[in-house]
């Protein structure tokens, strides 16, 4: 399928600046003014986007501990991301949710768990929820590997196929579970392939390449908003940086010599980012500019954090409870 | 249906021997929750009930009986055997709008559900700085008997009324049965509400309108001057009973009703103990950190001054329950033992 | 595969056995003498007949809160297993358990839960055992259909698989979860049936044909032995009864109207008894015998268990702790 | 290993301040706890180490760093992220005769296995009559900080401490780190630790031999006639420091670390409240249903009538753990709050 050069630009651009974003946050990491356990998608940032850009606003998405693409990808303020890992009150969260809980639901996405799994059930509920209500949208669950060995996923995709909800579940497989490569935990490939494709649309995808991921969900979302019931897409790709935080923080000895490096190789934006040059979709300069434009909304939202306040010592036990 | 204005009763009637109930309307306790429910289906399109037998042709202890026929199976309806999923498939449900009641037969099987229990129903709202948050409620029926066991009779309050985050409910009649189901179903947050099985041998008045019970408030069931009894779902109506037993002695005991263990009417409890200067906590679960671990200690911090005798917990026994029925009533509490204590108390 | 006669008509007969049992028991429940809530295996003997005659003395069993079969046909004591019904301190678990709480270790059985799914990783833990005590054991896992919606199975055979462990996982598929299908609560056909075979060995048997389920299990435990991994059996077969207790106490409407009466025409017992009388394996005679043996058996075990003592008072908390 | 041989260890060296310590050998706290594993798994082959990351380069906290190399990947292996099954797969292999060590590096994540925790480690033995026995150990680490938030953050000893049939062991030293671990290999039954990550900032004394340190044993960590408290985990340290604080105002405190919660050490407590009339309880868990509530309701109950004052419960905030620094450190608790209660006490 020929997608327009509009949308083409689009993915590189919202690529390229969760890159950035994160490359920001890395940078900045250690200067411990960010007290929040932060992990970075840097290499995994096509499937965020190859993901999000089939989905509308109120679509719902579900995402995990390292959320930041997702969060971004479908539209979450940056302003308000970069606030919340300083721990402030102008944060998505208020400063209560860190790194790992994101919120905006503007956007749809309505909290995320740093339970591994976590997510899973309840990204399923709200497809029942969508179905019950009638509603035309979809509800995207965003999960790694690590989540694929709990049994919760298993009763989750039962559950939806059962009830033929329109919910698109994306294993983001970068093979690792902290320092656990996915061999160590899974016995053979993913099970839920062999599902028959009338219950439930299966695809295994090259999660590097975001066109790869685009095609794939846009069948899923199409099928979930025809009312034909869940999709399940294995997105394959790599964890350039430690598992928690930044590059310098990774424990050394858990990977092969030269796995990372190769999979820089692979790296999903230079690849569609020659890919659009080749073509001349895009010129070198007009990249330059995206490149200007999003550090400039990098430089804004940090300046916004760091100087916001946190939340005052007497809003602690606020939010408990909705009154 | 607009919950705000659903009326609320606080006035409960007086139940145990049903005085002035002439002209009342009477239920069953499991009539009374099925009405909740159906007022509350019928009135809100949000709320759904869905748990493992929900549709089965006696329904769940016939709370649910027929229901589904009368909703239709899509608000009504049985899940898989998957409680942990389940759990989360109704937070989801609850976040984007609905109103979930999520019925177990056993808290037993909640324990595969604790995850999605505590990890995440119970912090969802705070850990996001109350931009999302969860209107579900979880029923379980607590309960013992017929050998059922160590995996099928366990009481677990003691260890739901340590999560903040999470309400937890006890009622005690049938009128609170309703009235706080329909309370819990309005509420905007998770609640829990554990019944015991023993309660679904109640009669009592039961107004046939909606109205709620508030969460959060204690009921006096027997005013007395000697000894404070806060007992706990059933054993409201054996310290009654117990209570009534004792006067013949000439002790005169108060019996309070938490109704909800989560948050606690403390002042009810410390007025109580202000006037007998005496408390004895009687619950249906474990002693060792349950109920009567909390509400004892809450006593022993704010309420000391009152005290003029020790506090006396009456709890099931720190074990699993065995099957035989021999040993298993020997783990079971009710108005003997509270009887004995009333009187060891006052001696 | 051939089986000599002497195999045969001890499969009649170990499944007559399990059938007279139930059966008194269903007679005797009403007396209210048993309190304890039993679920009887009627109709489904040929899985935990054909599955056990190929196990040794020492192999594991894990069984469910429908356990009686499984119990008998691995060799556990009547007796004890009459009195633990009965409350009685000479119960095989001293009373504490009841009917879903057997355990006869001298016998490889070392307890069943009435967890739906509880026994699964437990038995998968036996076999992790087996294997590093380099024994030559297998360990074998009975479960029904509602436990197959439990994740807890995914993760178990996930794991027995990635640790090629002696488990054989068999599924009692009785096609209901008390009153709730097996079409009301799983997606399509079981997912398991799907794992490569050099993995897990699966197959799909019927559960009414007592030598269907004895092959099966012959190959499956042959693997085990030679440590080639688990296997994954499904047997279907059919509650004839209620859930729990008897026939008197099932409630009526949840199943389709002829459906216990069609089955009832399925009965493993009779089929096979049918197929040994034609070939001449056996007389009628010859199982009249059998049967009488068995009543003896069973009187035997029903005037020792009512007159057991029960346990004592004073004993209550014994058994917390193992000193 | 002849487990029944090991020396125990009653008396614990001085250790805020490793008095004595001339000549002995010190170790640090994830040192001690290896030290542990190094000698059951050498000595006892039924021994053996799972858990998610547990043949990580850096080993769970150190405590297990290289053992995987040293003792083979068959003993001491990594798992799949399947908490429920995982656990019982440790329980089976219990059953079947081996001695599992099951860590986990945070105890947010046992809700995922609390069905076989609870419904099944528990209970196994007094299920079937003792007819089987499940000798587990179950090690997680709580702790907080560094905005680890909600879900990252709990101390959940409270929920644990509910549950017949566990043992619950909290050690304050490296001393007891490594003993406890040793008496909970040795132990016939399931036993959880929980380490706080504090404690690895720990070094103390660590005799090199095999030792063990009773479960269910406290012990008196400093003397004192005025106020008692009860000190869980790292507390105790924080403990020892306020009340080194509050003797220069003439407070003299006794502080108690119990070790183990489950079996609680009642005596110890009693006797020193017997002496004192007042009592503390600093816990790092939630206040409501937590330690503190049962040890308040047990000194209520069978000590009252040494009680001077009411007694005093230092417990967090009930509340899920919120990311943003200033908020988790406004919910910690340690020396400030205790020297505060002790002065408040005595004032
Ligand atoms: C239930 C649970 N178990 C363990 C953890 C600890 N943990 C946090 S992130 C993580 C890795 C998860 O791997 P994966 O799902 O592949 O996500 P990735 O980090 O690779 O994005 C683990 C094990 C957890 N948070 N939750
Ligand atoms: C985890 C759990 N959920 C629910 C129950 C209640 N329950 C007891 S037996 C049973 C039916 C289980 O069905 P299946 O596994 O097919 O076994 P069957 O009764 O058919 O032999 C149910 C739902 C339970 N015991 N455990
Ligand atoms: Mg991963
Ligand atoms: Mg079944």
């Known amino acids: 399928m020929k997608l327009p050069e509009k949308t083409l630009r689009q993915l590189l651009f919202e690529m390229m600046r969760i ?30 986007v190859g993901v999000c850009a089939n989905l509308k606003k109120y679509d719902y998405i579900n995402s995990t501990h390292r959320g930041h693409g997702h969060y971004l990808a479908k539209g979450g303020d940056l302003r308000a991301l970069i606030a919340e890992l300083y721990g402030r009150e102008a944060g998505c969260s208020k400063g209560r949710g860190g790194s790992m809980h994101l919120a905006d639901t503007t956007i749809g996405h309505y909290g995320s768990s740093s339970i591994v799994g976590g997510g899973i059930p309840i990204g399923t509920g709200m497809g029942l929820a969508i179905k019950m209500q009638k509603k035309n949208k979809v509800s995207v669950i965003f999960f790694g590997d690590g989540a694929a060995d709990e049994g919760v996923l298993y009763e989750s995709i039962n559950f939806a196929v059962l009830k033929k909800l329109p919910v698109i579940f994306i294993l983001e497989n970068n093979q690792y579970s902290v320092c656990s490569k996915v061999s160590a935990r899974q016995a053979g490939d993913n099970i839920f392939h062999a599902m028959p ?22 069948k899923a979302v199409a099928r979930a908003r025809t009312g034909h019931g869940p999709s399940f897409i294995e997105c394959l790709t790599y964890r350039i940086r430690g598992h928690a935080g930044c590059e310098v923080q990774d424990v050394p000895g858990y990977r092969p010599v030269g796995e990372i490096e190769r999979w820089k190789t692979l790296c999903p934006i230079a690849a569609f980012r020659k890919k659009l040059l080749t073509n001349k979709m895009i010129t070198l300069n007009e990249i330059k500019k995206m490149e200007k434009k999003i550090d400039k909304q990098i430089e804004d939202a940090f300046a916004f954090a760091r100087t916001a306040p946190p939340p005052k010592p007497e809003t602690l036990p606020l939010y408990l409870f909705r009154e | 249906m607009t919950w705000s204005k659903t009326k609320q ?29 159906q007022l509350a289906l019928s009135r809100d399109k949000r709320v759904f009930v869905m748990g493992q037998g929900v549709d089965d042709p006696d329904g769940m202890f016939g709370a649910t009986r027929n229901l589904h026929l009368e909703f239709g199976p899509e608000r009504v309806f049985d899940t898989p055997l998957a409680e942990g999923a389940m759990m989360g498939v109704a937070i989801g449900a609850a976040l984007a709008g609905m109103r979930p009641v999520y019925f177990h037969n056993r808290p037993d099987f ?36 017929w050998g059922s066991a160590a995996q099928h009779s366990q009481a677990l309050q003691g260890l739901f009324m340590h999560i903040p985050g999470l309400k937890l409910v006890m009622p005690g009649t049938c009128h609170d049965a309703k009235g706080l189901m329909l309370a819990a179903i309005a509420d905007q947050n998770p609640v829990l509400i554990l019944d015991h099985r023993f309660n679904f041998n109640y009669k009592g008045m039961v107004p046939p309108e909606a109205y709620t019970v508030p969460i959060g408030k204690g009921v ?82 704010k309420g000391f001054t009152y005290l003029k005798a020790p506090i006396k917990r009456i709890a099931c026994p720190d074990l699993p329950t065995p099957a035989a029925c021999n040993l298993d009533e020997a783990c079971s509490i009710g108005r003997d033992n509270i009887k004995k204590a009333l009187l060891e108390l006052t001696r």
């Open chain 1, 197 to 218: 494709a009338g219950l439930l649309m299966t695809k295994k995808v090259n999660g590097n390449n975001v066109l790869d991921v685009y095609n794939a969900s846009l």
């Open chain 2, 110 to 145: 909640l324990l595969l559900a604790m995850d999605q229990l505590v990890n995440h129903a119970a912090k969802w709202s705070y850990m996001f700085g109350g931009a999302a948050f969860v209107p579900l409620v979880v029923w379980a029926c607590i309960g013992r008997g």
């Open chain 1, 19 to 48: 890159r950035q974003i994160q490359l920001a946050i890395e940078s900045r990491y250690l200067e411990n003014e960010m007290k929040t356990p932060v992990h970075l998608c840097i290499g995994q940032e096509a499937v965020a």
């Open chain 2, 9 to 37: 009763k606080i006035i409960e009637p007086a139940f145990s021997n049903n005085e002035g109930a002439e002209g009342k309307r009477i239920l069953c306790y499991d009539e009374a929750i099925r009405e909740a429910l």
């Open chain 2, 220 to 301: 006096i069931r027997r005013k007395g001057r000697d000894v404070t009894i806060v007992a706990v779902s059933h054993l409201v109506i054996d310290a009654c009973h117990a209570a009534q037993e004792a006067a013949a002695y000439g002790v005169e005991a108060e019996v309070i009703d938490p109704r909800t263990l989560r948050p606690l009417d403390e002042e009810i409890i410390l007025n109580s103990v202000a006037k007998t200067g005496r408390l004895i906590i009687a619950d249906c679960g474990w002693k060792t950190g349950g109920i009567t671990a909390e509400i004892g200690a809450m006593v022993a911090e």
